[in-house]
T-cell receptor, first 115, second 113 residues
Framework: KQEVTQIPAALSVPEGENLVLNCSFT??????LQWFRQDPGKGLTSLLL?????REQTSGRLNASLDKSSGRSTLYIAASQPGDSATYLC??????????????FGTGTRLTIIP | ETGVTQTPRHLVMGMTNKKSLKCEQH?????MYWYKQSAKKPLELMFV???????ENNSVPSRFSPECPNSSHLFLHLHTLQPEDSALYLC????????????FGSGTRLTVV
């Protein structure tokens, strides 16, 4: 069974700082990994999708890396802004060990940017 | 808007009621999903449909009944729910194939009283 862990569960940083969110998964036979953002009471917004053959993806101030062999991904946010405050979710799409439809989620990191 | 629309946004229902959640996408995706998000727990996959056919039922109680009349629409019919079923229900879609990401709707906040 795939398990996804996100550390820390909550993080508060002053505005302008760079920060890193961590995600780890137990089964490395994944197809891809997706980072989402969720605002309180809202749905999920996709931020970045990394295929298993890729090492990183970038979008604006966001950079996500993937080390499939070690079962780890990081989301780097540069020059943080108060609007970045949200919960960030990591999800992996299962591979050979179980159904490829399954997107397994971590419990998220709740990020607060202090103005 | 992400392209996946869920209605209603909020729903309060009694334990003896019958209600339905609706999800609609016009992204041309062929796979649709229902997820449940409860407080302090990871998102839980409930059902998967590929090309209108159910391909996954993740041990969901029969008081939840999905319906997928076509590739653009997905319903979740609810009856005789319990208070512990109160949660945010999220619909998602994706193109067929494993190389694609999911697109989620805004969810329906369900409260069972």
């Amino acid at each position: 069974k795939q398990e996804v862990t996100q550390i820390p569960a909550a993080l508060s940083v002053p505005e302008g700082e760079n920060l890193v969110l961590n995600c780890s998964f137990t089964d490395s036979a994944i197809y891809n990994l997706q980072w989402f953002r969720q605002d309180p009471g809202k749905g999920l917004t996709s931020l970045l999708l990394i295929q298993s053959s890729q090492r990183e993806q970038t979008s604006g101030r966001l950079n996500a890396s993937l080390d499939k062999s070690s079962g780890r991904s990081t989301l780097y946010i540069a020059a943080s802004q108060p609007g970045d405050s949200a919960t960030y979710l990591c999800a992996v799409r299962g591979g050979v060990n179980f159904g490829n439809e399954k997107l397994t989620f971590g419990t998220g990191t709740r990020l607060t940017i202090i103005p | 808007e992400t392209g996946v629309t869920q209605t209603p946004r909020h729903l309060v229902m009694g334990m003896t009621n019958k209600k339905s959640l609706k999800c609609e996408q016009h992204l041309g995706h062929n796979a649709m999903y229902w997820y449940k998000q409860s407080a302090k727990k990871p998102l839980e996959l409930m059902f998967v449909y590929n090309f209108k056919e159910q391909t996954e039922n993740n041990s969901v109680p029969s008081r939840f009944s999905p319906e997928c009349p076509n590739s653009s629409h997905l319903f979740l019919h609810l009856h005789t729910l319990q208070p512990e079923d109160s949660a945010l229900y999220l619909c998602a879609s994706s193109p067929a194939g494993v190389d694609y990401g999911y697109t989620f709707g805004s969810g329906t906040r369900l409260t069972v009283v």
